[in-house]
């Protein structure tokens, strides 16, 4: 077996998909609002499917979706990344062009960070609850 038959092959296949995605991620609008209305039609999901998920009423996602200045939290970004189950990449891009970043000199974005690179395995409550339990922000619209 050579050296290279010995890598990971989990590690492996990660790396190897990383050059498709940051194609797709080029092919994206620079736009939020745009990139979510794309990203909504690639996973065949409806805005009022969207806003059921985060718990907000439809008018808030179809605002968001029309108007580029709509502003949102850093917490509604993340629980979309949460519900539309995005990549890491896919959400740290919608993050960025949210106008939000993570800081990972501050716990609550650390705790954010590890959300997204996960994003897939959980629920919104589930992170909700445990977000909570910790005094940290919960994401999408449960907010207390």
Same mark, same amino acid.
């Given at each position: 077996?050579?050296? =290279? ?12 998909? !990383? ?10 609008? /620079? ?19 969207? /806003? ?21 939290? =850093?917490?509604?970004?993340? $629980?979309?990344? #949460? #519900?539309? =189950? ?20 501050? /716990? ?11 994003? $897939? ?12 339990? =910790? ?5 999408? !619209?449960?907010?207390?």
């Amino acid at each position: 077996m050579t050296s =290279k038959q010995k890598l990971n092959p989990m590690l492996n296949m990660m790396i190897r998909k !990383a050059a498709p995605i940051a194609f797709k991620e080029q092919e994206y609008p /620079a736009s939020f609002s745009r990139t979510v209305e794309i990203i909504l039609k690639e996973r065949n999901m409806f805005p009022k499917e969207l /806003a059921d998920l985060l718990n907000v009423h439809r008018r808030t996602i179809y605002r968001l979706l029309q108007d580029d200045e709509y502003q949102t939290s =850093k917490q509604m970004v993340i $629980g979309m990344a #949460v #519900v539309m =189950k995005l990549t890491p990449p896919e959400a740290f891009s919608l993050l960025e062009k949210s106008g939000y970043c993570l800081r990972m000199t501050s /716990a609550q974005d650390a705790a954010y960070f590890s959300i997204i690179t996960t994003c $897939g395995q959980y629920s919104l409550d589930e992170i909700n609850d445990v977000l909570e339990d =910790k005094g940290f922000l919960m994401i999408g !619209a449960r907010q207390k």
